[in-house]
T-cell receptor, first 117, second 111 residues
Framework: GAVVSQHPSWVICKSGTSVKIECRSL??????MFWYRQFPKQSLMLMATSNEGSKATYEQGVEKDKFLINHASLTLSTLTVTSAHPEDSSFYIC?????????????FGPGTRLTVL | SQQGEEDPQALSIQEGENATMNCSYKTSINNLQWYRQNSGRGLVHLIL?????REKHSGRLRVTLDTSKKSSSLLITASRAADTASYFCATVSGGGNKLTFGTGTQLKVEL
């Protein structure tokens, strides 16, 4: 399977600042990456689908101007939380998808814990 | 969204016992996948079962799928303390490639 890294693994920031989270596919060229958010003891909720070279597709209820996604290369996608507020504190996880689209298996990064003070 | 429901929400067993988790979903699917998540970490893919399959095995894992009931179960046999984690089912439907996750089961295996 694909090896996926995220950076940073955790970040604490002040309210109103912007935070960038990187998701890298280390051994696989990912045309599609996904960004999820997970609140404590809850399930993963898909935020957006990141496609290399094109605009991301956001899920209903996710503010595209607040959560900026850039998938500039086949190995890197970034999620920028702009003007972060305490309610944005969460665990953000990315995943990459294999080319075997029949089965849609995804490989997940280790996650980034964001705490907004 | 068609987020699935999993039950139980939490399960505590002794090492060596079997653990069974159930997942129900709402619409027809292409496949159903089970993932494991250790506390504060990313997800690890465990097993995938296609809509035309009824049962699948992988090591100590056994997954069943009943499309008529829109449900799946994950059985972990001879559980170990290291199996302690949250387990999520996720479905893929239609022509898309998105995963829709269930609510998860928190499994605790005690020595």
């Amino acid at each position: 399977g694909a090896v996926v890294s995220q950076h940073p693994s955790w970040v604490i920031c002040k309210s109103g600042t912007s935070v960038k989270i990187e998701c890298r596919s280390l051994d696989f060229q990912a045309t599609t990456m996904f960004w999820y958010r997970q609140f404590p003891k809850q399930s993963l909720m898909l935020m957006a689908t990141s496609n290399e070279g094109s605009k991301a597709t956001y899920e209903q209820g996710v503010e595209k101007d607040k959560f900026l996604i850039n998938h500039a290369s086949l190995t890197l996608s970034t999620l920028t939380v702009t003007s972060a507020h305490p309610e944005d504190s969460s665990f953000y996880i990315c995943s990459v998808q294999t080319r075997d689209l029949i089965y849609n298996e995804q490989f997940f990064g280790p996650g980034t814990r964001l705490t907004v003070l | 969204s068609q987020q699935g429901e999993e039950d139980p929400q939490a399960l505590s067993i002794q090492e060596g016992e079997n653990a069974t988790m159930n997942c129900s979903y709402k619409t027809s699917i292409n496949n159903l996948q089970w993932y494991r998540q250790n506390s504060g970490r990313g997800l690890v893919h465990l097993i995938l079962i296609r809509s035309n399959e009824r049962e699948k095995h992988s090591g100590r894992l056994r997954v069943t799928l009943d499309t008529s009931k829109k449900s799946s179960s994950l059985l972990i046999t001879a559980s170990r303390a290291a199996d302690t984690a949250s387990y999520f089912c996720a479905t893929v439907s239609g022509g898309g490639n998105k995963l829709t996750f269930g609510t998860g089961t928190q499994l605790k295996v005690e020595l």
